[in-house]
């Protein structure tokens, strides 16, 4: 993330916050989205109008204690608007029609892209595939391919990054 902050407005730190800023603000607006895609917009708009109050406090009390916000540079908020964002993806993977294989490798590729800005990440495969397999629509020779696709779509982004580490440092993991 801070590669692509950088390559967009330079080695400035007052310019590479803003832009991170300014990515953070899509946080209320996803969580919006998705709040109002699982309830109605009236949640969308408490939820997000707690974000905001809550960037407002940890912004306020910065001084005063140590709390992680959006002029500092870590992967805390990143990862939290990049999985917001993918839990709206599956969702509307899901609801609309999961049998599209295409959507498929987009909702794996994009779990391998949150594994490259915070490893944890990783927790949530297993638990995407078991959605895959249960919420899927058609019969189970349906659903089996597209918890694959979804595996492939993680590998296609997660594997050249361990790869490299395997490299680089001889064992193949994603944290090095």
Excluded: C
């Excluded at 708009?45 to 407002?56: D, N, S, T």
């Excluded at 959006?70 to 992967?75: E, I, V």
């Excluded at 595939?129 to 296609?156: E, H, N, Q």
């Amino acid at each position: 993330l801070l590669v692509v902050l950088h390559s967009l407005v330079g080695q400035d730190y007052a310019q590479v916050v803003n832009a991170q800023i300014w990515l953070l603000a899509l946080f209320p607006v996803v969580l919006y989205f998705l709040a109002a895609r699982l309830h109605q917009r009236f949640s969308g708009l408490l939820l997000a109008l707690v974000i905001i109050l809550r960037e407002l406090n940890t912004l306020a009390l910065s001084n005063r204690i140590l709390v992680s916000h959006s002029k500092l540079l870590m992967t805390d908020l990143p990862t939290a608007v990049a999985l917001a964002a993918f839990t709206l993806l599956v969702l509307d993977w899901l609801q609309q029609r999961a049998e599209q294989p295409r959507r498929a490798l987009w909702v794996g590729a994009a779990l391998g892209l949150l594994l490259l800005l915070r490893s944890q990440t990783l927790i949530f495969l297993p638990f995407l595939v078991l959605l895959v397999l249960l919420r899927a629509k058609g019969p189970w020779r349906v659903r089996l391919p597209l918890a694959g696709l979804v595996l492939l779509g993680f590998a296609l982004t997660a594997l050249p990054w361990m790869v490299r580490n395997a490299v680089r440092t001889g064992e193949f993991g994603y944290s090095q």
